[in-house]
């Protein structure tokens, strides 16, 4: 059986020009840009709670990745380094080979490059900490929203959310439909050009990954603000919009997570410069509401009326 | 129940005055040092195979940030950041609470902060990585070391592989003797200082977590050159050192791992600073051999005859 060493170097050695040392010693030596802050952002992945067993390995490689580099996007961080610590049950060459790939396919798109890491044995969970650098007083931050200031979401809501449904049999009719989404579960597009866009652009932004709800709540929490959002407004891809009062499709746009879209706040007289941020990054903007004083999320439909919330995010301690 | 948000608020949210922005957005913000090189590292520790089921909370969440902090100690690099991933399989309050205490005791006695990190459900695993800082050129690397160099040993070796033997009863007659490392299995004090007295001094360094020899050959590996060491020159505490010529003991202090010293070189002209750093630093250091030419770890007795090299260094993928 390989040893723990030859299993790293022969999967997750890959060139790593931007860094002064990398895999290979006791700790990598990295040297920022002059000026530049670090964002710095852990995920834990873990089999079962983050992601049903027996997912493709490629995309498995490709989402825990993912994931950091969304939370990136949210702070406007050019994505530079991360670390792996990965814990399997037992060595499988193929599915070693296949999640790398995945991994490194990402890394590669984006310029991340892999520095160091940790291999051992246990149950399957993934440990990512990344590095992304950011001129410091351009970082979007959670706490920089404003009363008038327009909210927005990037690209579509709710489909990972919908096709979750559908893998776990739960979606009936509707399963061929909610199954198209699977791709966006299980391979997430990290809106990282959208996020470097909207710098000095965008007040306050944060990456959707535990319901549109959730998420905007912890930037009027973090704001002291509330906001009013108008639920027709939101973005649904094709397939979703034709059952919009469907009320798992309601609640998935709402409350499902896993979209890993960016939602971000901006001054109304800078409209016109977010929908140029999202044609530059080739990223669907869609304005969804507005920042109001107070602190509470006021949902609305095409009438006006509110429109009661989704059950809260998801939360892994608070549903056991 | 409490939610996850709260937990982490309630246990993990320490004070952080040297980060532009901590706990609570997508990601930290830090500003390293004009001109500092950043050394990173993670490391995974899993319950079972790092740590036994039911180790003292307090002394684990210790142990965690110190295999880290050893990390940093072998590159010479001043401790800054760390992020902690943490997968737990139920809520315990109490857990929590020691978990939470043992490694901020830790933390602040290294002035390191504790910047972001995750909370999720799932079976035990604990994920950190540190960042430290440290002048390019200073760093301790593996590389460095070069023929006619004096190999060093920090503190006292073999201690926590007895502990762990009397610790699984499998130590038969010396229990009592070996039980008395139990406090450096399980709170390991990273040497930090003696690795920033070492910047300029030492030609390589690393920290002995797998084992000397292991360990030690990793250094001879990316160096490109040979050692020979004096078993009988190797550092044991009181305890050990009135069984050195017991089986067990020999083994544990070539091969048995967790010991978290530092194993360094330096050229013989620097005897004198390599004794005063481990002076300023209040750590033992002891000379146990030469590097030589070629590509070979050779251990002597006290007679000069060549003693056999235990099993090599403990590898999670190898042993199964």
């Known amino acids: 059986m390989a040893s723990e060493f030859d299993l790293i170097a022969r999967h997750f050695t890959w060139p790593s020009p931007g860094a002064l040392l990398a895999v290979g010693d006791d700790a990598a030596l990295l040297s920022p ?8 952002s852990t995920d834990l992945l873990v089999e079962g709670t983050h992601f049903l067993a027996g997912t493709d390995p490629r995309r498995l490689g ?13 702070m406007g961080a050019r994505p530079r380094w991360f670390t792996l610590g990965l814990s399997l049950p037992a060595v499988d060459e193929a599915w070693l080979a296949a999640f790398a790939a995945g991994m490194r396919a990402l890394a590669q798109a984006h310029g991340i490059e892999l520095v160091g890491g940790d291999t051992t044995r246990g149950p399957l969970t993934i440990a990512i900490t ?11 931050r959670r706490d920089g929203a404003q009363a008038g200031d327009e909210v927005w979401v990037s690209g579509e809501l709710g489909e ?13 009719s509707r399963a061929a439909v909610f199954a198209r989404g ?5 391979a997430p597009r990290p809106r990282v050009a959208l996020g470097l866009a909207l710098r000095g652009v965008a007040s306050a932004a944060i990456d959707v990954s535990d319901g549109l709800c959730a998420d905007l709540g912890h930037v009027l929490e973090r704001s002291g603000v509330g906001a009013r959002v108008r639920v027709d407004d939101l973005p649904r891809s094709d397939a979703l919009a034709g059952c919009r009062d469907d009320p798992a499709v309601r609640a998935a746009v709402l409350g499902g997570g896993d979209d ?13 410069r977010v929908l140029a941020a999202g044609a530059a990054a080739g990223v669907r ?10 602190r509470e999320l006021v949902l609305l439909d095409g009438h006006g009326a509110v429109v009661r919330p989704p059950r809260a995010g998801y939360e892994h301690f608070s549903d056991g």
Do not use: M, W
Request: net charge negative; aromatic share 2%.
């Open 33 to 40: 840009a002059a000026g530049a802050a670090l964002a710095v």
């Open 62 to 74: 490709h989402k825990c990745l993912a994931v950091n580099l969304s939370d990136l996007a949210a």
């Open 130 to 140: 990344v590095i992304g650098e950011v001129p410091a007083g351009e970082a979007l």
């Open 160 to 172: 990972a959310a919908c096709a979750l449904l559908a893998l776990q049999g739960r979606a009936g």
């Open 182 to 186: 699977r791709e966006r579960l299980e």
């Open 260 to 272: 890993y879209e960016l939602c971000f706040t901006a001054p109304a007289s800078r409209h016109d």
């Open 285 to 294: 903007v869609s304005a969804v509401g507005e920042i109001v004083a107070g």
